[in-house]
């Protein structure tokens, strides 16, 4: 299946190079989710996340010219990346979001999410922990945040996070083991949740 | 104080590269051996073993809505908009190639003409601007005087509606005014000789030639056109003689064996009208392709 969408993507890609606007949008559908859900992460505001999804689309569009083949996911993530990024640092003077209005963040909320849990007690207890840890990702500092998403959310190695931010190696290895110990802290902090957290993934 | 937390930052750098499997061997080992003796480090790495699993199983947020883009959002720097520009740039070299191919093919052709014994009135006005060239530079032909003061308009026409591209080649002026002088002088065989020595029926078919030339901007070409013939001796005394003529210059040398047939201008034996149908459907031929090569180098 993932040959079969491979050999698709490319010529989706080659026929967008030649302007075709339809094939990219069977680009835009097909790559949507990935690019909306890691821009969502990184920024945490679900109408910034649609607004940088929106823009990456297009800048990818516009600059398909650039594209020197590979896989075009990852060209796209780079993309969303690097506008998340330079978003975040534009609005870096804005008051962090504080621990006290955690609660009122409710964009996991979603009926989707309660999807596959067998009770709604459990469901709600899941949603209550996936608010809270992306309110945790939330506070911490940009350059930590994006290599944190790409690397626990997107699953990228190393060397994968290296080339998308620009950063070495070493760099991506510090940033990472400061944003999770960061995390890790919160929830430490938090601790009725973290057990409770720990006791559902022991179960 | 300090030292204390860049040591705790170093351990998490450590165990959160563990978690990773991007320690060494040699790392790893040293590591293991010191979890099996620390319960707080175990701890500790338990924990954020925990924390990367929790954000590892956060669930994906699908898109809220399709993303799909519309030719009004990529509009302003569209790849549809760039398009043109590449393909013009094929076409304009392109259509250049074309134009001289075309010019030269109506030279070689005109010239054959021109060559042809038993041709003399229709086209006499046609090498008249270059007989007036070489006469200046062969002593003999008095007469010529006169065809040359004639030539000065005719050949300062010679480029007219050429306004051939800034970046066409060199080459496609050379061919273009020559099929320029053609084209203009093919409808005289239709429309009735114009001799140079019978300036009374020349005066009706002259009228509309120099309305024609008139509005002609031959410095372009000229200028262009210039570092072709510079290996000869003549330009310069060409150019005090006959000013902007230069252009027509050009071809005149090349023309050189085309002085006998002045003399059998005297008596008009106007040569069939097919032989000058294909000199002139070439000369309107490279007048579109010249047209065409402008507008595209124009478009890029």
């Not at chain 2, 120099?210 to 000869?232: C, F, K, Q, V, Y």
């Not at chain 2, 000013?243 to 040398?253: H, L, Q, W």
Request: glycine content about 8%; some cysteine.
């Amino acid at each position: 299946m993932s040959a079969g969408r491979h050999l698709d993507e490319g010529h989706l890609v080659a026929a967008a190079q030649r302007g075709d606007l339809d094939a990219f949008n069977e680009l835009v559908l097909a790559y949507q989710d990935r690019v909306y859900n890691l821009a969502y992460r990184i920024l945490g505001d679900p109408a910034a996340a649609e607004d940088a999804t929106q823009e990456t689309f297009i800048a990818a569009y516009q600059h398909l010219s650039t594209f020197r083949g590979g896989s075009f996911l990852s060209w796209l993530m780079r993309t969303v990346a690097h506008r998340c990024y330079d978003e975040l640092r534009r609005h870096k003077r804005r008051p962090a979001v504080s621990w006290e209005s955690f609660g009122e963040m409710d964009e996991e909320a979603n009926p989707f999410l309660v999807n596959g849990h067998p009770t709604p007690e459990e469901a709600a207890q899941q949603a209550e922990l996936t608010r809270f840890l992306q309110s945790a990702i939330v506070t911490l500092p940009p350059d930590q945040r994006v290599v944190l998403v790409l690397s626990d959310v997107e699953g990228m190695n190393y060397q994968e996070i290296a080339d998308t931010v620009g950063i070495p190696v070493g760099t991506v290895k510090s940033r990472l083991a400061r944003a999770r110990a960061r995390l890790r802290d919160l929830l430490q902090a938090r601790g009725e949740l973290l057990p409770r957290a720990y006791r559902l993934e022991e179960e | 104080m300090p030292g204390k937390n860049r040591g705790r930052e170093r351990v998490d750098e450590w165990l959160s590269a563990y978690i990773d499997g991007a320690l060494s061997p040699r790392e790893r080992a040293r590591l293991e051996a010191r979890l099996a003796q620390d319960a707080d480090l175990r701890a500790r790495l338990e924990s954020l073993q925990r924390t990367v699993a929790l954000v590892r199983g956060l669930p994906p947020v699908p898109a809220p809505r399709n993303f799909l883009l519309t030719p009004a959002m990529v509009h302003p720097l569209a790849p549809v908009a760039h398009r043109p520009a590449p393909k013009a740039r094929r076409l304009a070299p392109a259509l250049t190639f074309a134009t001289v191919i075309s010019g030269l093919l109506c030279i070689v052709l005109l010239v054959g003409n021109l060559l042809t014994p038993g041709w003399g009135g229709p086209g006499a006005a046609a090498p008249a601007p270059m007989i007036a060239y070489e006469t200046e530079g062969s002593p003999e032909a008095g007469q010529a005087e006169e065809t040359a003061k004639r030539a000065l308009p005719l050949s300062e026409a010679v480029p007219t509606e050429t306004a051939p591209p800034a970046s066409a080649a060199a080459v496609s002026e050379t061919a273009v005014p020559e099929m320029r002088v053609w084209s203009e002088e093919t409808p005289s065989p239709l429309e009735g000789p114009f001799p140079p020595e019978m300036g009374g029926i020349g005066g009706g078919g002259a009228a509309p030639g120099p309305s024609l030339r008139e509005p002609g901007e031959p410095e372009e070409p000229e200028a262009e056109a210039l570092p072709i013939p510079t290996p000869e001796p003549q330009p310069p005394e060409r150019a005090a003689a006959a000013g902007e003529a230069t252009p027509a210059a050009i071809p005149a040398v090349e023309v050189t064996p085309t002085s006998p047939p002045v003399e059998t201008s005297e008596a008009p034996t106007p040569l069939p009208l097919a032989s000058w149908l294909p000199v002139g459907g070439l000369a309107l031929l490279t007048a579109v392709l010249a047209v065409l090569s402008v507008r595209a180098w124009r478009a890029q």
